[in-house]
């Protein structure tokens, strides 16, 4: 239907639990993962971004490890899916909303999500988009790959005020934050910018709605 909503949602901690591949980058690189994520969290109160950690952990070589890793994390599964995923995609699309993925990973991330079934109007990642978040890019090219919606039609999903939650609204959308994960427990003011401030993919899906009152 013409002039249709859209619901973009991100992928890390909103669609996924990311503690598996941490957990792998943790064993891969000889730290327990109690420690790894220590320092994981050392970076996010710094306000820096995931590969922060590797510095933190004073491991420079972190790239030399990325196909072990890759190897030993496999790709996304059915039990890294959070649980209210599933229902909140069925439940977006039957109140007439559009539903996009589109978020920072690699490319291969988005047919490892369509073998899970998991179904979108369009899912697409940051390394087959080659502009990543917090870029202005990314969003804009995000709103072609929707077929050009006017942007306050879109709700932009994330968990991160920095990455999702400021650029999104910047580019017009109205912006979602979704608190789960890592970021979440960060003490820190609600931006002005948030349309809608949620606690799960199920409260998502029935306040939704709330973003265009
Ligand atoms: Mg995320």
């Keep these: 239907m013409a002039g249709a909503r859209w619901?973009?949602?991100d992928v890390g901690e909103t669609l996924i639990d990311?503690?598996?591949v941490w957990s792998a980058w943790a064993d891969e690189l000889g730290f327990t993962r109690l420690t790894f994520m220590a320092a994981f969290g050392v970076g996010i109160e710094r306000g820096g971004q995931h590969s922060d950690v590797f510095g933190i952990v004073d491991r420079p070589d972190w790239r030399d490890h990325r196909p072990q890793v890759?190897?030993?994390y496999g790709g996304f599964r059915e039990s890294d899916l959070y649980p209210d995923v599933r229902r909140c995609l069925d439940a977006l699309r039957a109140a007439g909303y559009r539903v996009a993925i589109i978020g920072n990973q690699p490319a291969e991330r988005t047919a490892e999500l369509r073998a899970l079934g998991i179904e979108a109007d369009v899912i697409a990642m940051s390394d087959e988009m080659g502009v990543a978040k917090p870029d202005p890019a990314f969003f804009r090219r995000a709103l072609e790959l929707m077929g050009s919606p006017t942007a306050s039609d879109v709700a932009y999903v994330g968990d991160?005020?920095?990455n999702d939650i400021a650029p999104a609204a910047a580019a017009g959308m109205r912006a979602v934050?979704?608190?789960r994960g890592p970021w979440a427990i960060l003490p820190r003011q609600v931006p002005e910018v948030t349309a809608l401030v949620v606690d799960s993919l199920d409260e998502l899906?029935?306040?939704?709605g709330e973003c265009w009152r």
């Design 18 to 20: 990311e503690t598996r």
């Design 70 to 72: 890759e190897a030993a």
């Design 160 to 162: 991160r005020i920095d």
């Design 205 to 208: 899906a029935t306040r939704v």
């Design 7 to 9: 619901v973009c949602l």
């Design 177 to 179: 934050w979704l608190r």
